[in-house]
């Protein structure tokens, strides 16, 4: 079975999150936040988070 691109997303953040912060609640922390972005940048590159319809001008006032 292979992986999905944000889960690769989120396994590289959380290592990366690991590997800089290495200790300590600070490594806890750096780990959960970098995965989160990592599975951010996951779901982006999937297309399953349209980054437009968040940050996008209001169409309806």
């Known amino acids: 079975m292979a992986m999905s691109t944000t889960r690769w997303c989120l396994t590289i953040g959380l ?3 690991i590997v800089l912060a290495f200790g300590g609640w600070w490594a ?5 936040v970098l995965g989160f972005i990592g599975m951010i940048v996951g779901r982006v590159a ?3 988070l349209d980054m437009a319809a968040l940050f996008g001008k ?3 006032r």
Not at 28 to 32: N, Q
């Open 46 to 48: 999937e297309g399953k």
């Open 15 to 17: 290592v990366l999150g």
């Open 28 to 32: 806890l922390l750096s780990a959960v």
């Open 58 to 60: 209001a169409t309806s």
